[in-house]
């Protein structure tokens, strides 16, 4: 069965700082990942998706993730944190292998302090 | 564009009585999926409408859980009667053929 952890359950970083939120995947086959945020009181909002093209996988936002084989990782990073990316972040790994049945890790919430 | 709407935002309910979620997709997306997030735990899917059929309700918890979805159109997902363990958050989301979901602001619902 597919499952995703979701390593920190909240980070917190400063303005302007490198943003890494982890995640680890436990797929009986090559797994389709994504990453979600949800804003306050917004609809979840994809940030990025792999889909076994290029491991390093570019979103929207200056997000990017990199899906890592051999150490079941599919890190989410930013080179800079701005005030709007507090949010919580999930890590979610397709049961199916498109996009019909998601199964979600447990969400990150991100804090970004001035 | 609009984006996949929810009603209502909130609902306040006693146990034992009926409450009916509504979702309406965007338009032209025959997949519309019901997701919930019950208090501390992770978002778990429920079902899954391919327009007016339920093409997968496997994470369906039990039989007070009724998910319509008229036409093809909008979803309602009926709980009667409610128990506390309802608690939660509901999360629509429809999309395209073989596309990322789009998701809905949730409706809140604490049943009493």
């Known amino acids: 069965a597919q499952s995703v952890t979701q390593l920190d359950s909240h980070v917190s970083v400063s303005e302007g700082t490198p943003v890494l939120l982890r995640c680890n995947y436990s797929s009986s086959y090559s797994p389709s990942l994504f990453w979600y945020v949800q804003h306050p009181n917004k609809g979840l909002q994809l940030l990025l998706k792999y889909t076994s093209a290029a491991t390093l996988v570019k979103g929207i936002n200056g997000f990017e993730a990199e899906f890592k084989k051999s150490e079941t990782s599919f890190h989410l990073t930013k080179p800079s944190a701005h005030m709007s990316d507090a949010a919580e972040y999930f890590c979610?790994?397709?049961?199916?292998?498109?996009?019909?049945?998601?199964?979600f890790g447990a969400g990150t919430r991100l804090a970004v302090h001035p | 564009e609009a984006g996949v709407t929810q009603f209502p935002s909130h609902s306040v309910i006693e146990k034992g009585q009926t409450v009916t979620l509504r979702c309406d997709p965007i338009s032209g997306h025959d997949n519309l999926y019901w997701y919930r997030r019950v208090m501390g735990k992770e978002i778990k899917f429920l079902l899954h409408f391919v327009k007016e059929s339920k093409q997968d309700e496997s994470g369906m918890p039990n039989n007070r859980f009724l998910a319509e979805r008229t036409g093809g159109t909008y979803s309602t997902l009926k709980v009667q009667p409610a128990e506390l363990e309802d608690s939660g958050v509901y999360f629509c989301?429809?999309?395209?053929?073989?596309?990322?979901?789009?998701f809905g602001p949730g409706t809140r619902l604490t049943v009493l």
């Open positions: 979610v790994v397709s049961d199916t292998g498109g996009y019909n049945k998601l199964i």
């Open positions: 989301a429809s999309s395209q053929v073989r596309a990322p979901l789009y």
